[in-house]
């Protein structure tokens, strides 16, 4: 077993770490730190020399489409003028390369991927590197967005064989999918200490003639060794393992990361991370008594203050970046995804209802906001990403960042009044530029800026609290805030006439499901219904455009056509394991927060789906493919990781428990002691890789709180009752509406709730635990005294 390192002169656009002590999954952009881009090889390749060819620069990208003209996938489009002979994953392809006898060069990345970009501009519009590929492989391109599957397999393959993974993907195959050699991003010739992308493909292809057989049995023994050492089983376990011990650990990795000064876990890049932030929270909840309870709280609301500080929020349009790409949470990889907006809305609302301080609910509304203006399509959904890269004036080259940066001139241009009453002559410019951190010179350090392309710009960070600031100028602190505010608002509005980032437009149902998620527990959290009605119109979305009547299922992908309408492809994609969970969970978010049990409902018959088609009965746990559908793929898995997104296993662990405590069938708590017991392992040996789900054996393991409101929906008392339980931070816990009628859906599932009366025809609480309920309760004082306990 061998691998190539080579560091480029820029880095791969996101990195994927695999068991990392954080339990994040690491990326890095083209201002990051250099690290290496790597070759991984199931044989021993040779190593060449520096500069074995001619430079060979990108040409002009032919104008005949190649047959990825076709799809709907916004990144496959991005290639579809290539003069590399593209296949989409599929039969064709694979046919092709077996009648072929050829190896199959598989390319897998997303639309808005900063180093997926510079490859394609560099390597794929290439007129000789196209050649070679067309000669001697067949060439097939994935949007690991849409097959995820397809990602998961082969990136476990990268990972296994080198020193980490990452986007864009590059992994050789066997006709039978076998991989042989991976790597990430390549530049296209060699350089004095890399291996250029040109020289990889005529070594494979001499490897491939010579030594084929070699290449064909070591690949099947890689397989074999990547099929042992990712199964996820009970195996003899009967139970999983003990709660307070896997807590304990996982807390104490947390803190021996922990950054004091600016908050999360890692030196840089640095991740938001929210399934770190959710664990932190229940943890503390369930220690609040303790020194440690303490830490824990403050440990996330720290680093939930200083994101929201630093430049990795938009302070001008509202939103959060993918990460930092330093310590400081200054300056970001400026690509946006919708997973982050939606958990990092939930995670916000959280810190309000924990510290009742503002500061954070206006956080999450900000964020909300920016979903509503810029990924939501008119029927509801919403969409998957905005780029890091936009060019900085029309005609010219993107850049990443164009979109969000200022120079002090834009700024004082933008901004020239006077502010009255300050102790010193300063204009409106002035005084934002100095809460804010803009100078002459640029806030960019050219560590960050390796190519010089943000010299003298500046990315908007906060560096004094308000009160100093307006102490600094001798200034009321609500007229500072008055004048920020105005400020921010000419910057966006200047900001409209700049070039948009590309817009991925593709709608997927699993980050549709966290968005529901999102705008649900945000509107019910600040009892704002407009937010929960964004909620509504995403699920109607999900179930007109997203799911199949006749079959139970949910498709993946949808996309926006044109005039406002959606499209789909043919044949549909259908539904992984992750967008089953995160839909579920957004259901039962959303019921809790509308209280239409349809929502729960249309839950508990996609649960019905989820089980047949991913459940392994034998070892515990949800493959995350179907069977049919990985048909061909030399693995099968299942996620044990919670990074950027969280595990689909550790969400349907909540899922599984919240569906027990509405509906009381056995069957869902069992499934739940099988899928923690499967994952026992992995949770023993780094538990800081699984937060959410030591979050769901928490769970699991403390007693679920059924908390019914006997009452009309539409009544004041009733939504007193109601908007008081959802403003207590009570994770473990279903809310259930019982409003009387014993033919109800909820009072099929849970025969008590018909015992359940009102007391003096007033709205009434009940806090019900393990079969036995609280006296009735009619005042929201003393329902919040009951739930504090």
């Known amino acids: 077993m061998s691998h190539l390192s080579s560091p480029p002169q820029k880095q791969k656009g996101e990195h994927k770490g695999r068991g990392l002590p954080r339990g994040s999954e690491r990326g890095s952009s083209s201002r990051d730190k250099d690290r290496s881009a790597t070759v991984s090889s199931s044989v021993p390749m040779p190593i060449g020399g520096k500069g074995s060819r001619t430079n060979c620069s990108p040409s002009v990208p032919q104008k005949v489409p190649n047959r990825l003209i076709?799809?709907?996938?916004?990144?496959?489009?991005?290639?579809?003028?290539?003069?590399?002979?593209?296949?989409?994953?599929?039969?064709?392809?694979?046919?092709?390369?077996?009648?072929?006898?050829?190896?199959?060069?598989?390319?897998?990345?997303?639309?808005?991927c900063h180093w997926c970009h510079m490859m394609e501009e560099e390597s794929f519009q290439n007129e000789e590197i196209g050649h070679l590929l067309n000669e001697d492989f067949v060439s097939v391109k994935v949007d690991r967005e849409e097959r995820p599957d397809v990602d998961k397999v082969y990136m476990t393959f990268v990972q296994a064989t080198s020193s980490g993974g990452g986007w864009p993907m590059n992994v050789w195959l066997t006709p039978n999918l076998q991989p042989f050699v991976g790597g990430t991003y390549f530049p296209p010739e060699d350089g004095l200490t890399r291996v250029g992308f040109r020289t990889v493909l005529l070594r494979i292809r001499e490897q491939w003639k010579q030594n084929k057989n070699t290449l064909l049995e070591n690949s099947q023994r890689v397989t074999t060794a990547l099929l042992a050492r990712s199964e996820i089983s009970m195996g003899d376990r009967q139970v999983p393992p003990s709660a307070a011990t896997m807590n304990s650990r996982c807390f104490q990795q947390l803190d021996e990361g922990y950054d004091e000064e600016y908050g999360g876990f890692a030196e840089a890049p640095k991740f938001p991370t929210p399934v770190i932030l959710n664990f932190l929270f229940s943890y503390w909840l369930s220690h609040r008594l303790t020194q440690d309870g303490s830490r824990a709280q403050q440990m996330a609301l720290h680093t939930l203050k200083m994101m929201a500080n630093g430049g990795i929020r938009d302070h001008v349009g509202q939103g959060f970046h993918r990460y930092s790409t330093d310590r400081q949470w200054h300056i970001p990889h400026f690509e946006k995804m919708l997973y982050d907006q939606a958990q990092l809305a939930v995670a916000y609302s959280q810190a309000f209802q924990i510290s009742g301080d503002e500061f954070y609910s206006d956080v999450a509304k900000g964020i909300l906001q920016y979903v509503a203006r810029n990924l939501s399509h008119r029927s509801g959904g919403f969409y998957s990403a905005e780029d890091a890269d936009s060019p900085p004036e029309r005609g010219m080259r993107p850049r990443e960042g164009a979109f969000y940066v200022w120079t002090v001139k834009e700024v004082q241009n933008l901004l020239p009044e006077p502010v009255l009453g300050a102790?010193?002559?300063?204009?409106?410019?002035?005084?934002?530029?100095?809460?804010?951190?803009?100078?002459?010179?640029?806030?960019?350090?050219?560590?960050?800026?390796?190519?010089?392309?943000?010299?003298?710009?500046?990315?908007?960070?906060?560096?004094?609290?308000?009160?100093?600031?307006?102490?600094?100028?001798?200034?009321?602190?609500?007229?500072?805030?008055?004048l920020l505010n105005t400020g921010l608002e000419k910057l966006f509005q200047a900001r409209k006439h700049r070039p948009k980032p590309h817009l991925d437009s593709k709608m997927l149902a699993a980050w549709n499901g966290l968005m529901v998620s999102g705008y649900a527990v945000t509107g019910a959290v600040l009892g704002q219904e407009r937010l929960i009605n964004y909620?509504?119109?995403?699920?109607?979305?999900?179930?007109?455009?997203?799911?199949?009547?006749?079959?139970?299922?949910?498709?993946?992908?949808?996309?926006?056509?044109?005039?406002?309408?959606?499209?789909?492809?043919?044949?549909?994609?259908?539904?992984?394991?992750?967008?089953?969970?995160?839909?579920?969970?957004?259901?039962?978010?959303?019921?809790?927060?509308?209280?239409?049990?349809?929502?729960?409902?249309?839950?508990?018959?996609?649960?019905?789906?989820?089980?047949?088609?991913?459940?392994?009965?034998?070892?515990?746990?949800?493959?995350?493919?179907?069977?049919?559908?990985?048909?061909?793929?030399?693995?099968?898995?299942?996620?044990?990781?919670?990074?950027?997104?969280?595990?689909?296993?550790?969400?349907?662990?909540?899922?599984?428990?919240?569906?027990?405590?509405?509906?009381?069938?056995?069957?869902?708590?069992?499934?739940?002691?099988?899928?923690?017991?499967?994952?026992?392992?992995?949770?023993?040996?780094?538990?800081?890789?699984?937060?959410?789900?030591?979050?769901?054996?928490?769970?699991?393991?403390?007693?679920?709180?059924?908390?019914?409101?006997?009452?009309?929906?539409?009544?004041?008392?009733?939504?007193a009752l109601l908007q008081c339980v959802h403003s207590i931070y009570i994770p473990n816990k279903v809310l259930i509406l019982a409003n009387g009628d014993p033919s109800s859906f909820l009072s099929r599932q849970l025969p008590f709730l018909s015992t359940l009366r009102r007391l003096e025809d007033r709205a009434t609480a009940y806090v019900c635990e393990d079969q036995a309920c609280s006296m009735p309760i009619t005042e929201p004082c003393e329902l919040r005294k009951l739930l504090h306990q």
Not at 443 to 463: A, F, H, Y
Not at 630 to 655: C, F, T
């Open 70 to 112: 076709n799809e709907k996938s916004p990144y496959l489009l991005q290639h579809a003028y290539n003069p590399v002979d593209w296949y989409p994953w599929g039969q064709e392809a694979f046919d092709k390369a077996r009648k072929e006898n050829k190896p199959i060069f598989l390319s897998v990345g997303y639309s808005t």
């Open 423 to 482: 102790t010193e002559p300063l204009t409106s410019g002035q005084l934002l530029m100095k809460h804010y951190g803009l100078t002459e010179a640029g806030n960019i350090s050219p560590s960050q800026d390796p190519k010089g392309e943000l010299q003298g710009q500046n990315v908007l960070t906060v560096r004094y609290s308000l009160e100093l600031t307006a102490a600094r100028f001798g200034l009321d602190v609500d007229a500072v805030r008055t």
């Open 535 to 719: 909620a509504i119109n995403g699920a109607k979305f999900l179930k007109r455009h997203m799911f199949d009547v006749a079959s139970g299922r949910l498709m993946r992908t949808c996309y926006a056509g044109p005039g406002g309408t959606v499209e789909h492809s043919n044949p549909p994609c259908w539904g992984f394991l992750e967008d089953y969970a995160f839909v579920v969970r957004g259901l039962l978010d959303l019921y809790e927060a509308s209280q239409e049990s349809s929502w729960l409902e249309w839950a508990l018959r996609l649960q019905d789906t989820q089980d047949r088609l991913f459940w392994d009965s034998q070892g515990g746990g949800y493959f995350c493919s179907e069977a049919e559908l990985g048909a061909g793929l030399p693995l099968r898995l299942k996620d044990d990781q919670d990074g950027a997104e969280p595990s689909a296993n550790s969400v349907s662990a909540h899922n599984l428990l919240r569906m027990h405590g509405f509906t009381g069938h056995k069957d869902w708590m069992d499934k739940c002691v099988c899928l923690l017991t499967a994952f026992s392992e992995r949770m023993r040996r780094v538990p800081v890789a699984l937060p959410e789900m030591v979050r769901a054996l928490s769970a699991h393991q403390q007693t679920l709180k059924q908390i019914v409101i006997c009452g009309d929906p539409q009544a004041k008392d009733t939504k």
